[in-house]
């Protein structure tokens, strides 16, 4: 695995764009991808409704980088089944994507920071609550060989008391260490992982430790876990600010509009359930992916051209839209579907309505990082946040031509 | 034909649909007229267009559903009159508006509204059923506005009562239609009354128009009636049993959900070409299903996938001139042990393929 910056400081802040490139590491075909970059969400390493060659409509390669969490599978199959087979990609089918494993998501693997202890963390899951130690953790990862895998952390909400926070971050050290000391890879494809809560001596004390570690980058937990979004951005500058620049930033649990504050922090990946709990919804994603060609912003055509982030579409007035979900898009939904038919899947609760919605969802949120790419390249990144921003506060206080 | 209840397969694109060799699915009507509703259909230029799909559709009546899913329905002459799931009003669906339903939705294959009889029914009831099935059957031509469009099939009735049936047949035959549908069984009759019905129907409709055994079915049900000379059949079990973990191979079914394939690294059917089997493991398989969507969906796509197969092996063999030899390897594939069911003996004899070699320790009765 190799990563290199190839534009720092992009329109000022420490936004950054990268180039990724991952060969080997029991799969993963040579692909150079471009930073900050999308892991998209899996269950069980797949999509929770984009079927593998449904997938692969998709940009690629874009479409190609997942977030895997191990926890998923532990309950079946073994980590001997799976090495058997020959690890995730092949388990999967993915050969030629990146896997990275990280242990906790938002939806099946929950981090239980009660039941965390110091022999290991505890994750809700949809069998219980598992505790799983540094040596079960390493003993999947080492069947699994995904491309990239984060160290297994203590990761706590941000109203524990600041001895709890403490520990966590002792322990998420700890085990960064013991993961590292059974890694047959000596670190090449590890992230040490970076908790500290809100925190921020914490945080800065945790990633100032785990820079010192032999690891390829850093894997930035215990966000999205209570800490509000004015605290967010201090702490996630904190932590980048202690870590080296040339390395690979990961952070987990960033939705929109918060992955701009990650951005702007220098963070290089991110994953989030946001396409998940969108779909779950009925929601597709309709923002217009022009905002930086827009030079020439007239602030009233603006609002009045206000355009919701987002169409429910659950919402009866598309029950006879022949539109598809946005002109002109190329995914696959919208090159063959139209909104009444979504409306009417929707209504009769077929799974066909979430297969269509993910693809869509996937591919303008996908979108939506290629544009903040192209931001950075130009120098523009930090008006591009402050646009996106303005546009969606403006449509919230104006009158919305649209239904959510 | 895989059953597209509601304007959809449970969990498959239609791009999907077309890579397994889907040419023709089924809509039903009962649910489409709910929703989204017959005349939003028509103004979107019919089935085909608002659900994109560029092949074959064929729409049931609608009379089987109201009378399976509605407690209070109730046939008279005039038709199936029952509650509206919507607010609870008398409703009343007659020959006349199925087919004007039909009509809107657009499909290729129309069906007649007939008056369905469970088969563990005896007595007048299914005279009655089938003598109205054939007025009902004139009243749905004189309804039908697309006759150049819309192919409109009757369907034969008459309970397990050969002499029944073979008025319902005649009588169907005389109104020459494009095609005929066998009605009224997969409905828990024992598999020995079954067969018969299907073989002495076959053996009276016309060579020249197809034939289509409504609600089979399962494999084997396929295989004898195709060897008893029917053509179509619609079934919700590939995908329903896909939705319950199971897995249909040649050799039957494969539960995935059982401990067993936890750490079986094969893929569901070696044989198979499709693209679940060639990719994924019965081990992964088996945590995937019952538990996620994804499960469901990539079930539904390799029983699809191995009933489209079926079909085109029928197909060919039939052509090559070596069906008894395909289904011979059929039987024995999926009773290994030679413990083929007297009806499939019994019903083979009649098909005139021989099947002796397949049955270790019963020969077909004479």
Known sequence: MRFAVTKACGGGGKARAGALYVGGGGGGGAAVVETPSLLLSTRKGLPAFVSRDLLSTLPSPDSHLLHVSPIHFIECPSSKTISNIGGLHQMLGLQEHILVAAASDSVESLPESEASNKLGASFETPSGRRLVK????????????PNLWASLADEVPAWVTEKRNRISVDRTLRWLDDCLAVDLEAGKNTLGAVVGGSNIDERKRCATEASLRNVAGFWIGGFGLGESMEERLALLNAVTDCLPEEKLRYVSRLSLPEVLQGVAAGIDLFDSTYIYHLTLGGFALVFPLDIVERDNWDSRTDIEG????KINLRATIYRKDTSPIVDRCGCFTCQNHTRAYINHLLNVHEMLAQILLEIHNTHHYLGFFRLMREAIKGGKFELFRQRFIKRRRAFLTAEAPCSL | MPVGTQGTIKGLTNNQLEEIGCQIILGN??????????DLIDEFGGLHKFMNWKRALLTDSGGFQMVSLLHLADITEKGVTFQSPVDGKPMLLTPEESIQIQNKIGADIIMALDDVVKTTITGPRIEEAMYRTLRWMDRCIAAHQKPDTQNLFGIVQGGLDPVLRDICVRGLVERNLPGYA??????????DSFWRVVAQCTAALPEDKPRYVMGVGYPLDIVVCSALGADMYDCVYPTRTARFGSALIPEGVLKLKNRAMANDERPIDPTCPCMVCKTYTRAYLHCLVTKDAMGSQLLSYHNLSYMMKL???????????????????????????????????????????????????FSPSH
């Not at chain 2, 066998?182 to 598999?191: M, N, Q, R, S, T």
């Not at chain 2, 092996?313 to 289904?327: K, N, Y």
Request: with cysteine.
């Open chain 2, 29 to 38: 009507t009962y649910h489409l007229a709910l929703r989204p509703g017959a």
């Open chain 1, 134 to 145: 540094p040596s079960e953790y390493m003993q999947m990862i080492t069947s699994m060989k």
């Open chain 2, 311 to 361: 079909s085109r092996d029928l197909h060919t063999s039939i052509v090559e001139g070596r069906f008894p030899e395909f289904v011979r390897g059929f039987l024995r594939t999926q009773f290994p042990k030679g413990d083929v069911p007297e009806w499939v003996c019994n019903a083979m004899e009649v098909a005139g393929i021989d099947i002796s070699s397949c049955c270790a320790s």
């Open chain 1, 306 to 309: 206000a355009d919701c982030t």
């Open chain 2, 182 to 191: 066998i009605g009224g069984l997969a409905g828990g009759e024992d598999k």
